[in-house]
C-alpha cells in the first residue's frame, strides 16, 4: 500500500473548521499524530520514534490546534522493556510483550514473535487506514478507524493478511486495542446472567490483574454480554466521563480489561483465543469483528444514548418509504410493530383454527402482526422432533398456512412465523439424511441440548440448504416476519471434513456464514423482518443487530424482573430494538401475580408484544388491553426512536423503576414509574424530569385516561416538570402509572 493523494487531501483538510467536510479524519505530519473528531469527541494516535502505534488520546472534543503531543516512551526496567509500556494501538505478541496481545501467530518454522511497525496510511474522508507489518516477515495488518460525525461512536476492526509464501497460524486476534490515561479510581460496567437471568449489572474497581469479559460458547451467551463501559469514581447517570464499547460479533468473544505496570487502562477486543486457531495460508486475509466506542463527559446516561442513536442510525436495518405513525418516511430503521405471539396459548399444539381464534381475538385490541410460534412443520409436536425439517405439517394445515394467512391479512394484520434454522433434532428426516451436517468429533459422543444438536453452518452445503428451505418458505408463503431462535450453546465444535489445519476456523466461518444466509435473505425479500431470539437474550450483539430488526432480551417476562432486565439491556442497547411482552399471571418464571395493567407498562417501554392466553381473558381485561394499546401508539415512535433518561433505578432509598422517554425533536414525553413494594406510608419524592424544551408548555395526562392524581397540575412549563417534578406516590404491591407529556 501505498501514500497516495489521501495524505495531502487530509493535510488540506486539517486547514478547515472542525465541523467541515473532510475534518474530520486527519494526519499531522509534523508530529505523526492521526486524530478523530465526532460530535463532542476526540480520538488520536501517533507512529511513535520506533514505528508503533501509540495511543495518545481519548475523551472530550478538543480543539483545533490544541497541542496534541506524547512522550517518547522507554522501558521501565529490565522487567518491563519499551514494548510492554508503550500503550499500543494494535500489539503483536512480541518484542517482550507481557500485556494482553492483539495479535498473536506461529509460523511453521516454530516462530512466534510479532513486532508489529508503521508502513503507510490512508484517509478519506472520516476513514483512516493504516498498514502496519511485522519487522521482517511478510504478515501484514490493516487497521480500519471510522468516527460517526453525529454521536462520535468510533468503530474500528483489523484486517490481516499473510503476504509470504508459507502457511500462518493466528492463535489470537482482537479488533482493537483501546487505552485510558493513568487513574486509579476506574470503574468497570458490565452485565452477566444465564437462560431467564440475562442482563444483570456488575461493577467492579478496575484495578492491576486482567478483568476478562467472554464468550466460549460459538454465540454470544448470557454468561457475559460484549458491552462493557468505564466510568470514574464521580460519574452518575447524569454528570462525569463515560466511556462505553461493544463488539460487532455473533460468535466466541472475548473483552480483556486490565490496569497495566503504568496505571493505564488497557482494552482488548475480539475473536475469543479459547480453542482458536485460523490458518492463513499464502494470500490469505482474516477479518476481525468491529469494536465500537463511544464516550460522553455528561454520565453514563449519555453515554447509552449515544450508543442508542448510533445503533438507530448505523446499526439496525433500514427499510425504504414505511409508514411512520401516517407519514411517509425515507429510508429509516421502521416502528416495530404491536405484535400477539400465541406460544403460550398453544404451545406445541398448533392449527389452522385455534390460531384464527387466537387471531380474531388480537385484532379487537389494535395488533397488527400475528406469530405463530413453534410446532407448525415437521414431525414437531413437542422439543424432541422435526428440527431441520422446514416443511408445514400436512397434519396440522391440511391447507398449508395460506388460510391461516389469509385470515390473519383480512384481519389487518401481517404474519409472522417461529424458526430455528440453525438447529436440528436427531429424530428428523434432515438429521437421517445427513448425519454428517451436524457439528461433531468423529467416534466422539453428541452432547444434546434441548433435545438437539448445532449444525455445521461452516460447511457451504449446510449454509446454502438452510438459505434455500427458508426462501421457499418465504417464497410460497406471505409471511411479514421470521422470530428466528437458537436455543443451545456448541458442544463438540469440530468439523471433521476439513482439512485438521482448518477445522478451528469452524469459529469465524460459522458465524459469516450465518450472517452470508441473513443478509441473502433480506436481499430475496426485502421486506422481511427479523428477531433476534437465542432461548432469550443469549444473542444480542451489535453484529447480529445489523442484521435484525429487533431483539429478545430473555424468555423471563415477569413484569418486575423484567425491570431490571431492561434496565440492563439499555445500558448498551437501543430500547427500540427491545422486544417485551405482556404474558399471563401468574407468570411461569417465579409465580408473581401482577395486575394486567402493570404488565403492559412494563412491556410498554420497548417494542410491545402480547404473548397471553387471550381464551381465558374476560371482557375487563380486553377492556384494559385495548386502552394501553391505543396509549402505545400514541408514544410508540418516541419510546422506539427517543432518548431515554433512566431516572432511578429501584434501591433503598427509592424503590421506584423510574423511566422516561423524550422524543428527539422534545415535542412528547413518556413517563413510566414501578414499583414492587411499598412500607409504612412513607410519601414518596416527586420525580424530575430530564431533556425537555424548558421554556415550552406541557400537557400531561395518564396512560389509561384516569383522572390525574391531584398532585399533578394539568399543564406546566418543561421547568416545571424538570425542577418541581412529577409528584406522585404509589402504593401497594407491583404498582405503576403511565403518563404523557405534550408540548402545546
Known sequence: MKRRHWQALAAASALLSPGAALAQASYDAGTRIFRLDGADVTYA???????????????????????????????????????????????GQGGGLYAEPALKVSYPDGNR???????????????????????????????????DRDTGVIGRSAVIENKGTADVRVDQAAAAGYTLPVANDYQLHYSTGRWAAEWTLQQRALKPGSTVLESRRGSTGSQNNPWFAITRANTTEESGPAWIGALAWSGSWRITLDQDVTGRIRIVGGYNPFDFAYRLQPGAKLLTPTFYVGYSDVGMGEASRIFHRFQRQEILPKHDGLESEGRKTERAVPLRKILYNSWEATEFDVNAAD????????????VERFVMDDGWFGARNNDSAGLGDWAVNPTKFPEGLTPLIDRVKALGMDFGLWVEPEMINPDSDLFRAHPEWVMQFDGRPQTQGRNQLVLNLARTDVRDYVLAALDKLLRENDIAFLKWDYNRNWSEPGWPDAEVDDQQTLYVAYVHNLYYIVDELRKRHPTIEIESCSGGGGRVDLGIMARTDQVWPSDNTDPFDRMQIQDGFTQAYAPGAMM??????????NQRQTTLAFRFLSAMQGGLGIGTDLNDWQEIDFTIAKRYVYAYKQI???????????LNRANDADARWSNLYVAADRSQAALFTLVGSTHKLDTMSAIQLRGLDADAQYRIEMMDGAALPATVPVNASGAYWMNHGVDVTLRGDFQGMGFILTRM
Open 45 to 91: 494516535f501517533k507512529i511513535n520514534a520506533s514505528g508503533m502505534l501509540q495511543s495518545v488520546y481519548w475523551g472530550k472534543r478538543l480543539h483545533k490546534g490544541d497541542p496534541l503531543e506524547a512522550p517518547e516512551l522507554s522501558g521501565h526496567s529490565g522487567f518491563d522493556v519499551v514494548t510492554n509500556i508503550v500503550p499500543q494501538e494494535y500489539a
Open 636 to 646: 410508540r415512535e418516541t419510546v422506539q426512536r427517543g432518548d431515554l433518561y433512566r
Open 113 to 147: 514473535d510479532l513486532v508489529l511497525n508503521y508502513r503507510s496510511h490512508e484517509i478519506d474522508g472520516d476513514e483512516i487506514r493504516v498498514l502496519l507489518s511485522d519487522i521482517d516477515r511478510p504478515l501484514e495488518v490493516t487497521l480500519r478507524y471510522r468516527i
Open 580 to 589: 417485551a411482552w405482556v404474558t399471563d399471571s401468574p407468570n411461569w418464571v
Open 355 to 366: 390460531q384464527i381464534a387466537l387471531a380474531e381475538r388480537a385484532a379487537t385490541l389494535g
